[in-house]
């Protein structure tokens, strides 16, 4: 039984993701998926915006903290 409950709880959580579309900003995005500014979501993909937030593309994936 135990062994079960330990199992269950390190099943990860289905990752949210969101595709970026044509004219979409990161505070955007961040206001609806209910966010609390730009920065985090900013700050969990840095490696596929790089280095200007302001500069997100169609096509992008991005991770939903």
Do not use: C, H, K, M
Request: proline share 8%; charged share 10%; hydrophobic share 40%.
């Amino acid at each position: 039984e135990i062994a079960a409950i330990r199992s269950a709880s390190s099943v990860a959580a289905p990752q949210r993701t969101y595709t970026v579309q044509p004219g979409d900003t990161l505070s955007g995005i961040a206001a609806s998926f209910g966010l609390d500014g730009w920065q985090l979501l900013y700050e969990v993909n840095a490696g596929v915006i790089g280095g200007d937030p302001n500069r997100i593309y169609p096509g992008q994936v991005l991770v939903i903290p």
